[in-house]
């Protein structure tokens, strides 16, 4: 359904009021919302990350390396915890 010339004129007037009262709706245009595809890619990726994390923390702790065990530390719990963040910061 397409809008008439003056019913767009009308909503972008009331677009630009809106904005001018709160500079914050701006950033509602910016905003897209989540398909149930990307949401399924987040957290498919955020769970592939953690188990690749694990492996990787516990493959340092047999070889006896600190460096490997804090990587595959910072994987297990940093990535998944990006990705909540972001999904945090979006909806703010």
Do not use: Q
């Amino acid at each position: 359904m397409t809008l008439r010339d003056d019913e767009l004129r009308s909503l972008a007037e009331i677009e630009r009021l809106l904005t001018e009262t709160d500079p914050k709706l701006s950033r509602l245009a910016e905003l897209r919302p989540l398909t149930p595809g990307s949401t399924a890619a987040l957290i498919s990726g955020s769970l592939a990350m953690h188990a690749s994390g694990i492996v990787i923390a516990v493959s340092g702790a047999g070889i006896g390396s600190p460096a490997t065990v804090a990587i595959g530390s910072v994987l297990a719990v940093g990535f998944p915890a990006l990705a909540v963040w972001h999904l945090w910061w979006r909806r703010r």
